[in-house]
Nanobody, 115 residues
Framework: QVQLVESGGGLVQAGGSLRLTCAAS????????MGWYRQAPGAQRELVAT????????NYADFAQGRFDIFRDIDENTVDLQMNSLTPGDTAVYYC????????WGKGTLVTVSS
């Protein structure tokens, strides 16, 4: 089992930045990919960014390219999402995902971007 806890969400003005952190615990040795997804009110959950290991291969949604960066610290079992140039359209609950032979999800952290 893997447990995921997100932190770092909050209220920010448009144009600002936030850094989200996801801490993994439990049986983390089998994690081969971690990532961030988001779900806005009334919308489906969508990919933001993922990072795989070994290799550190990253994958970003089009809206995240050039504004968001994903970082994984394997030793600390964390994955961060640095979000810059935020817009009200980025308002959503952001969820951390870890993939072993199955998917694990955190409970999410709310990001609200005011105009």
């Amino acid at each position: 089992q893997v447990q995921l806890v997100e932190s770092g969400g909050g209220l920010v003005q448009a144009g600002g930045s936030l850094r989200l952190t996801c801490a993994a615990s439990g049986t983390t040795a089998g994690i081969h990919r971690m990532g961030w997804y988001r779900q806005a009110p009334g919308a489906q959950r969508e990919l933001v960014a993922t990072v795989s290991s070994p290799g550190g291969f990253t994958n970003y949604a089009d809206f995240a390219q050039g504004r968001f960066d994903i970082f994984r610290d394997i030793d600390e079992n964390t994955v961060d999402l640095q979000m810059n140039s935020l817009t009200p359209g980025d308002t959503a609950v952001y969820y951390c995902q870890a993939v072993t032979w199955r998917d694990y999800w955190g409970k999410g952290t709310l990001v609200t971007v005011s105009s």
